[in-house]
């Protein structure tokens, strides 16, 4: 079992940075891989950005490709997602979660081992 524990959240205006961590602990990180989802308020939880274990692959929701970021280090067991040029869209819950395949898949079912979430609050 891997504990993962998301930080970085907060309220932003629009055009705003935040980054995202996600730590983890318990079994070894870089078996998984590690992925972002997020749930609008009323909305299904969503697949934002995934990164493989080693950090060579990821992939991105079509709605933040180009203005978000997934990395991760594996010598601090630390997932990140740097989001740029926010939208007050982006609002939501995001949640960190482990992926068992540990290839970065955007596949929901994969991933086993979820965080508690941090708000993201982008104003207009």
């Known amino acids: 079992q891997i504990q993962l524990v998301e930080s970085g959240g907060g309220l932003v205006q629009a055009g705003d940075s935040l980054r995202l961590s996600c730590a983890a602990s318990?079994?070894?990180?870089?078996?998984?891989?590690m992925g972002w989802f997020r749930q609008a308020p009323g909305k299904e939880r969503e697949f934002v950005a995934a990164?493989?274990?080693?950090?060579?692959?990821?992939n991105y929701a079509d709605s933040v490709k180009g203005r978000f970021t997934c990395s991760r280090d594996n010598a601090k067991n630390t997932a990140y997602l740097q989001m740029n040029s926010l939208k007050p869209e982006d609002t939501a819950v995001y949640y960190c979660?482990?992926?068992?395949?540990?290839?970065?898949?955007?596949?929901?079912?994969?991933?086993?081992?979820w965080g508690q979430g941090t708000q993201v609050t982008v104003s207009s």
């Open positions: 979660a482990a992926d068992i395949t540990g290839i970065g898949t955007t596949s929901r079912i994969a991933y086993k081992y």
């Open positions: 318990g079994r070894p990180f870089s078996a998984f891989g």
């Open positions: 990164i493989g274990w080693s950090g060579g692959i990821t």
